[in-house]
C-alpha cells in the first residue's frame, strides 16, 4: 500500500525499526543534534547514534 501511494504523494514515516523501514523507503534520514541527516548507509546510523557498531 505504501509503495502504490508513494507514486502520486510523499510519505512521512517515522520508526525505530530501521530493517523494516529501509525496505520501503526511497530515502532515510535521522534527527540528531537538532540536524536532519541522510542516511546511505548502515554506518551513517552507527555515527548519528542510532544503533551501535557491530
Known amino acids: 500500500m505504501i509503495r ?3 507514486r502520486d504523494h510523499g510519505i512521512i514515516i517515522t520508526d525505530h525499526n530501521y530493517d523494516a523501514i529501509s525496505t520501503v523507503a526511497d530515502n532515510l534520514f535521522v534527527i540528531a ?3 536532519t541527516n541522510q542516511v546511505l548507509s548502515r554506518e551513517d546510523l552507527v555515527r548519528h547514534g542510532y544503533l551501535m557498531a557491530e
Request: aromatic letters at 16%; a negative charge; charged letters at 50%.
Open 33 to 35: 543534534d537538532g540536524y
Open 4 to 6: 502504490e501511494r508513494a
